[in-house]
């Protein structure tokens, strides 16, 4: 059978950022009419991608802001989340986006300032504990703020590449420990470690993620970080080892700092991933995140997201429970906070 060369029009059915050319090949006798269905289903195609734009032109954006580095492992905790919330329903749209800075404080205000824009503040205990440091014009204020969604509590990880263990730290010798700020949570950690060790300086940094990578890169001796940080540094020549964590408990192998002679409330101090909004957001809107927040609580994707950080899940509290959950947690972070200096 005799065939003729056919090439055909841009394909209209994929993005515009992969435009394609197809090229076909068609017997004679049949090719007109082939051409014709392929250009009617191009047709389709478009039609069908309009109306696709339009149901969502009509979704409402909503915004989790996450107050830390990008590359984070706590990210995709509230990354996961906001995809499976857009599975489960039409009328919202939420992304996840960042905006690192003073402690989570940039965020805080950045929302504060933008009370019309949807906007949800996704952050640590470092929330509860910088007002504790700082004054409202350099942090945020904790009585405008009201918690929606608690997602997990975290063991947070004092980690090195130099050290295996603690036998190995010298005591006569400068050290110096990478936290993810001043006035937040590994700053705290970090000072229970360095009153057994008198020679150690507390170094900030803008997240765990640039604490552990300065340890790695042998700028610093010890990071505090996060058991999935150090995970990320599990390979190669330069690697981090945990040496302690957090709470009360023995995690992954991993014995907590106040049964290795470091002070008992290291055991209060495993960290929340949690969203929060501000007291002005309107009561219905609250309450139908919130729902969507907890249906999308309970799938696969989000709870797997906890795994590496091994982050416990808290995601189900009731709306009780979540109300007393934000005074217990400014209290007992307010109580962590005396007697710490920022020096």
Same mark, same amino acid.
């Given at each position: 059978?005799?065939?003729?060369?056919?090439?055909?029009?841009?394909?209209?059915?994929?993005?515009?950022?992969?435009?394609?050319?197809?090229?076909?090949?068609?017997?004679?006798?049949?090719?007109?009419?082939?051409?014709?269905?392929?250009?009617?289903?191009?047709?389709?195609?478009?039609?069908?991608?309009?109306?696709?734009?339009?149901?969502?032109?009509?979704?409402?954006?909503?915004?989790?802001?996450?107050?830390?580095?990008? +590359?984070? !492992? #706590? @990210?995709?905790?509230?990354? &996961?989340?906001?995809?499976?919330?857009?599975? *489960?329903? /039409?009328?919202?749209? %939420?992304?996840?986006?960042?905006?690192?800075?003073?402690? +989570?404080? !940039? #965020? @805080?205000?950045?929302?504060? &300032?933008?009370?019309?824009?949807?906007?949800? *503040?996704? /952050?640590?205990?470092? %929330?509860?504990?910088?007002?504790?440091?700082?004054?409202?014009?350099?942090?945020?204020?904790?009585?405008?703020?009201?918690?929606?969604?608690?997602?997990?509590?975290?063991?947070?990880?004092?980690?090195?590449?130099?050290?295996?263990?603690?036998?190995?730290?010298?005591?006569?010798?400068?050290?110096?420990?990478?936290?993810?700020?001043?006035?937040?949570?590994?700053?705290?950690?970090?000072?229970?470690?360095?009153?057994?060790?008198?020679?150690?300086?507390?170094?900030?940094?803008?997240?765990?993620?640039?604490?552990?990578?300065?340890?790695?890169?042998?700028?610093?001796?010890?990071?505090?970080?996060?058991?999935?940080?150090?995970?990320?540094?599990?390979?190669?020549?330069?690697?981090?080892?945990?040496?302690?964590?957090?709470?009360?408990?023995?995690?992954?192998?991993?014995?907590?700092?106040?049964?290795?002679?470091?002070?008992?409330?290291?055991?209060?101090?495993?960290?929340?991933?949690?969203?929060?909004?501000?007291?002005?957001?309107?009561?219905?809107?609250?309450?139908?995140?919130?729902?969507?927040?907890?249906?999308?609580?309970?799938?696969?994707?989000?709870?797997?997201?906890?795994?590496?950080?091994?982050?416990?899940?808290?995601?189900?509290?009731?709306?009780?429970?979540?109300?007393?959950?934000?005074?217990?947690?400014?209290?007992?972070?307010?109580?962590?906070?005396?007697?710490?200096?920022?020096?």
């Amino acid at each position: 059978m005799k065939w003729v060369e056919q090439w055909a029009l841009w394909d209209l059915s994929v993005p515009s950022t992969t435009w394609a050319m197809l090229h076909t090949k068609t017997p004679v006798g049949t090719h007109i009419t082939n051409f014709k269905e392929n250009k009617m289903k191009k047709l389709l195609a478009v039609l069908l991608a309009t109306l696709s734009l339009s149901v969502s032109a009509q979704k409402e954006t909503v915004t989790i802001l996450y107050s830390w580095n990008a +590359g984070d !492992v #706590a @990210a995709n905790f509230h990354r &996961a989340l906001a995809n499976e919330a857009n599975k *489960l329903q /039409n009328k919202y749209n %939420f992304i996840f986006d960042v905006k690192p800075g003073a402690g +989570g404080s !940039v #965020a @805080a205000s950045h929302i504060l &300032a933008n009370p019309t824009q949807n906007l949800i *503040l996704a /952050n640590s205990s470092a %929330f509860f504990i910088r007002p504790n440091f700082f004054p409202v014009a350099e942090s945020h204020d904790l009585t405008k703020f009201k918690s929606m969604f608690p997602q997990c509590t975290a063991p947070i990880a004092v980690s090195s590449s130099k050290y295996k263990t603690w036998a190995e730290v010298p005591t006569d010798k400068p050290l110096s420990i990478g936290v993810s700020g001043l006035g937040v949570t590994t700053h705290l950690v970090a000072t229970q470690v360095a009153k057994k060790y008198s020679n150690m300086i507390v170094v900030p940094f803008k997240s765990t993620t640039e604490a552990s990578a300065a340890t790695v890169g042998g700028q610093t001796d010890f990071a505090v970080n996060f058991i999935g940080d150090a995970k990320q540094f599990s390979e190669g020549k330069h690697k981090l080892y945990v040496l302690g964590i957090t709470g009360p408990k023995t995690v992954d192998g991993i014995k907590p700092l106040a049964q290795q002679g470091f002070g008992k409330d290291l055991e209060l101090m495993n960290t929340p991933a949690q969203l929060m909004v501000p007291v002005t957001v309107n009561d219905a809107k609250f309450k139908e995140w919130r729902e969507i927040f907890l249906k999308a609580g309970r799938t696969q994707a989000v709870t797997d997201s906890y795994k590496i950080d091994f982050c416990e899940n808290n995601n189900q509290m009731t709306d009780a429970e979540v109300v007393q959950y934000y005074k217990t947690q400014t209290e007992n972070w307010k109580r962590l906070s005396q007697g710490i200096s920022l020096k």
